[in-house]
């Protein structure tokens, strides 16, 4: 039992290890072989899309925050309606 532990932490130390090794040295590749420019442009994209979707979430924000106060007024108008269908109700003795 013991011995099965150890190789298998063995093989998850050495996948791990190799893993991190791979990675690293893929992104030195890509930063040997990827010219400037297409970096720049990356970097570009990436923070215009940031911009982006934090507009889209700003709008998003504030056009959720109106559709409560829609419904929060919508609520509000229908007791008073309610209200004053129930009081026309009892007034006329149906209620």
Request: glycine share 8%.
């Amino acid at each position: 039992m013991l011995r099965r532990t150890r190789w298998f932490t063995v093989g998850v130390v050495a996948g791990a290890s190799g893993t991190v090794v791979g990675y690293l040295r893929a992104r030195q590749l890509a930063r040997r072989h990827v010219p400037d420019s297409v970096q720049d442009a990356a970097a570009r994209v990436v923070r215009r899309t940031d911009t982006e979707v934090r507009e889209i979430a700003e709008r998003a924000g504030v056009a959720i925050d109106g559709w409560r106060d829609t419904v929060a007024e919508t609520r509000r108008t229908r007791r008073e309606a309610e209200s004053l269908l129930r009081r026309q109700l009892e007034r006329a003795g149906l209620y």
